[in-house]
């Protein structure tokens, strides 16, 4: 539902800062959530009154209109905090800039108000039993009984993040049987939906990415935006989507290597062949640590690098410009997928046999990370970087690159 008191409209510097502070406020109480598989409402609640959910409003409608750059870091600090809060909102992302590119303006009028006034949106795009991750079986068709009114949307859809705590959902369906997929934009509450938190992952616990079944749901013609325009032509909808997942990864990374770093400099004790007084001054542990923070400030360069890429492609859009921000993207989600899973993994080799108890649930940063990062394989986005390198073939037009 649309919250009746409009959130403050952050710019860039003031969006960095909130996402900091609610960040280190995430950061409390993570393990915790984690541990108990607690959902975080409040947290999402303070996120909406926050004004970062409405930060990539355009200007012409109220909005602040930041950039990619800011969006990426604003998740990033958000992910170090709690990346299960942090994900939450991805799609919620996705879908503003679906509807600044393909939505009519009373549709954007209509939906960047419900942003500013503290709506979320959440997803109901990928479906799990159908041949591949692009194929899609969910179907929009005519109601029979009323010839040119309403849409009636019916199918089931998985891992569909922010979903459950959404005011609308975007459900990516067949507009007719077969044909152009478009954007049904559905009420949470709405009769025929129903929301299941049936999310049991080993990490990203707490993002209730669970199942959306759609049954007769009526959905009103001015509700409905085109999505398969998207890739006719150069866009840079998809590296926009995978920049803020790389943002997530580079967010676990860091949290990995900062809790890993706070752990053995107050708990952990030294091996006795080092010879020395502390963990933190066995050479054999300064050396992962560095190791780790150059891999970590690695990602988190190329995320920068690739924001600004989109950024870029954004502001003179081209198919070369939006080749060089996917391709810039591709780099940025290698590096943050690897350099997650190494400081999230490589966390115990330096903290000691302590560190494994299950009551510190410091194994929740590998379990996130290894979760997300299976988002999208890693291995495609090296394959491309690769082509590219070699012939200079451009990646493919399409939104998970």
Known sequence: MSRPTPVPVLDADSAVRTAGELGAWL??????????????????????????????????????DVGAGTVAEVFRLLAAGDPSVAQIPHSHFVYVNALRHHGTDAQRRFFFDEVLAGARFGNAQSETGTKHVRDFATTLRPDPAEPGGDWLLDGVKGYSTGALFADWIPVLAHLGEDGPLHVAWVRRTAPGVEVVDDWDGMGQRTTASGTVRLAGVRVPRDKVTPWHLTFDGPQVYGAFAQLLHAALDAGIAR???????????????????????????DPLVVQAFGELELQVRAS??????????????????????????????????????????????????????????????????????????LHDPASWKVQHLGHWALERTPPPNHGQI
Do not use: C, M
């Not at 921000?325 to 989600?333: E, Q």
């Open 27 to 64: 950061a409390e109480d993570a393990a915790t959530r984690d541990a108990e598989r607690r959902l975080p409402e409040k947290e999402l609640e303070a996120l909406s009154a926050s004004g970062l959910l409405a930060i990539t409003v355009p200007a012409g409608f109220g909005g602040a």
């Open 300 to 373: 988190e360069a190329l995320l920068r690098e690739a924001a600004a890429a989109v950024d870029a492609a954004g502001a003179h859009l081209s198919a070369e410009s939006a080749d060089a921000a996917s391709l810039a993207v591709a780099a940025a989600r290698a590096s943050s997928t690897q350099a997650s899973l190494e400081a999230s993994s490589r966390l115990f080799e330096v903290a000691g046999t302590r560190s494994a108890l299950d009551s510190l649930n410091l194994h929740r940063h590998w379990r996130n990370a290894r979760t997300h990062t």
């Open 255 to 281: 949290a990995a290597l900062d809790e890993a770093a706070a752990f053995v400099v107050a708990k952990s004790r030294p091996y006795p062949d080092a010879g020395v007084e502390r963990a933190a001054d």
